[in-house]
């Protein structure tokens, strides 16, 4: 607010929500009707980047307009789909000026939320047939996993997959966008999806599994990137597109080892995709401390010494000091 020019601040008085930036569309000040709508307070969101808040799912082509008329000096407007601080959507209308003052060029955006639709989401309504359609789709092949604990797992995963990623973000400040740590929570979930075409005789056998039965259960990697193919296939839709493909990361790599011993590819250190590194740890750490057909429960103990042992061998080093810590935190 300091920085903000006088002849800047009756805008921030109006009762549609502004936000002001400077041509680098780094933020200078917000207004409260801002605040309220994304979540953001002006002190913790000024001095980003204005694309904090930004999806993927408002089109790449509506951005270059946007870009292409401002750098001509032109007003722009357009509709953004964007992402709130708690990660819902919103809708804005939006009109961006460009001002010179005292030969300083600022931006300023002023928008208003667009209304909600019943269902929650700004789409067409054959679109959101499509996704449910393959959503569904999905949900049929889960269930052919007839684990009773397997929903549990998944849903522990997610949630221990969210805090992981924020705190490695937060303790590392890698600057990572609240889309991507969303995006690599939600994908986790789908890690173990491939097992669905794995026969329940051997996926569920207690004891030590025969050389070629390991081989078929390492093949669920393969299968899980079939399954996502098949899926986007038939969604010929560009809205999940981001998140399948991270899922296919995810599925496909989460058991290759930081030093190279894993499977499938036999991949090694930050040549594997970050989000399977961090879904490798929690997979591992929510398998220990589980009831399996093949094994008894770890304790919570047991099993963080053996990621600690784990750590450069199986497990990306850092990952698992921010596993450690994040565990240690959520214990005080």
Same mark, same amino acid.
């Given at each position: 607010?300091?920085?903000?020019?006088?002849?800047?601040?009756?805008? %921030?008085?109006?009762?549609?929500?502004?936000?002001?930036?400077? !041509?680098?569309?780094?933020?200078?000040?917000? /207004?409260?009707?801002?605040?309220?709508?994304?979540?953001?307070?002006?002190?913790?969101?000024?001095?980003?980047?204005?694309?904090?808040?930004?999806?993927?799912?408002?089109? +790449?082509?509506? @951005?270059?307009?946007? +870009?292409?008329?401002?750098?001509?000096?032109?007003?722009?407007?357009?509709?953004?789909? /964007?992402?709130?601080?708690?990660?819902?959507?919103?809708?804005?209308?939006?009109?961006?000026?460009?001002?010179?003052?005292?030969?300083?060029?600022?931006?300023?955006? !002023?928008?208003?939320?667009?209304?909600?639709?019943?269902? $929650?989401?700004? %789409?067409?309504?054959?679109?959101?047939?499509?996704?449910?359609?393959?959503?569904?789709? =999905?949900?049929?092949?889960?269930?052919?996993?007839?684990?009773?604990?397997?929903? &549990?797992?998944?849903?522990?995963?997610?949630?221990?997959?969210?805090?992981?990623?924020?705190? @490695?973000?937060?303790?590392?400040?890698?600057?990572?966008?609240?889309?991507? =740590?969303?995006?690599?929570?939600?994908?986790?979930?789908?890690?173990?999806? $491939?097992?669905?075409?794995?026969?329940?005789?051997?996926?569920? +056998?207690?004891?030590?599994?025969?050389?070629?039965?390991?081989?078929?259960?390492?093949? @669920?990697?393969?299968?899980?990137?079939?399954? !996502?193919?098949?899926?986007?296939?038939?969604? /010929?839709?560009?809205?999940?597109? &981001?998140?399948?493909?991270?899922?296919?990361?995810? !599925?496909?790599?989460?058991?290759? +080892?930081?030093?190279?011993?894993?499977?499938?590819?036999?991949?090694? *250190?930050?040549?594997?995709?970050?989000?399977?590194?961090?879904?490798?740890?929690?997979?591992?750490?929510?398998?220990?401390?589980?009831?399996?057909?093949?094994?008894?429960?770890?304790?919570?103990?047991?099993?963080?010494?053996?990621?600690?042992?784990?750590? *450069? %061998?199986?497990?990306?080093?850092?990952?698992?000091?921010?596993?450690?810590?994040?565990?240690?935190? &959520?214990?005080?």
């Amino acid at each position: 607010m300091s920085t903000l020019h006088e002849h800047l601040m009756p805008y %921030l008085k109006l009762a549609d929500a502004v936000i002001i930036t400077d !041509i680098n569309h780094v933020i200078l000040a917000v /207004n409260a009707p801002y605040e309220k709508i994304t979540g953001y307070g002006e002190s913790e969101i000024t001095g980003k980047k204005a694309s904090v808040l930004r999806t993927s799912y408002t089109p +790449k082509e509506t @951005h270059d307009q946007m +870009k292409r008329a401002l750098s001509l000096g032109l007003s722009w407007s357009g509709v953004f789909t /964007n992402r709130r601080r708690d990660s819902s959507i919103w809708h804005s209308s939006i009109t961006i000026t460009v001002m010179e003052i005292d030969e300083v060029f600022y931006y300023i955006g !002023i928008f208003r939320e667009l209304e909600k639709l019943k269902s $929650g989401f700004y %789409l067409p309504e054959e679109r959101i047939g499509s996704i449910q359609s393959s959503m569904l789709k =999905v949900l049929a092949i889960s269930c052919e996993i007839r684990d009773p604990g397997i929903e &549990q797992h998944l849903v522990r995963v997610r949630e221990l997959t969210e805090r992981l990623t924020h705190f @490695h973000n937060e303790r590392l400040q890698l600057n990572w966008p609240e889309e991507l =740590v969303n995006r690599i929570s939600h994908a986790s979930i789908l890690h173990d999806i $491939g097992k669905s075409g794995i026969p329940e005789g051997i996926l569920y +056998k207690p004891g030590t599994l025969a050389y070629y039965e390991r081989q078929i259960v390492e093949m @669920h990697t393969q299968i899980g990137v079939d399954i !996502i193919d098949k899926i986007y296939a038939e969604l /010929n839709d560009d809205l999940f597109r &981001q998140e399948l493909e991270m899922g296919k990361n995810i !599925i496909l790599y989460h058991h290759e +080892k930081w030093d190279g011993s894993g499977y499938p590819h036999q991949l090694a *250190g930050e040549d594997i995709p970050i989000e399977a590194r961090i879904v490798s740890v929690v997979d591992v750490f929510d398998a220990l401390t589980s009831i399996r057909p093949y094994k008894e429960k770890w304790s919570e103990e047991h099993a963080l010494a053996f990621i600690t042992e784990q750590r *450069g %061998l199986h497990f990306d080093p850092e990952l698992v000091d921010s596993f450690l810590a994040l565990i240690q935190n &959520q214990s005080n």
